[in-house]
């Protein structure tokens, strides 16, 4: 039985690169995000307020590592030798 063809390697690529750019862009959203200051004026709405923003930084923060992750997986799904790939199919098994 012969092996089958392994998944052009292009668009992986583009996909993780993306996927870096966009846990870039996550990360400067979120620290953007915390250096800005409202000043509400009440005590109760002010607190209101920065819960919202932590929570969306973490939010942004989450994401950034994610992107990383998958970025990270993508890159590497590629760089396993054909022949072990391949041996690692016929047995059932993913990576």
Known sequence: ????????????????????????AALDASRELLNQYSDTGETRSQRALDTLIDHAADTLRALTDSFADLAGELQSAGEEPPDQAAARRGRGQRR
């Open 1 to 24: 039985m012969s092996a089958a063809p392994l998944p052009d390697r292009m668009p992986l690529d583009v996909v993780a690169t993306e996927l870096s750019r966009s846990s870039t």
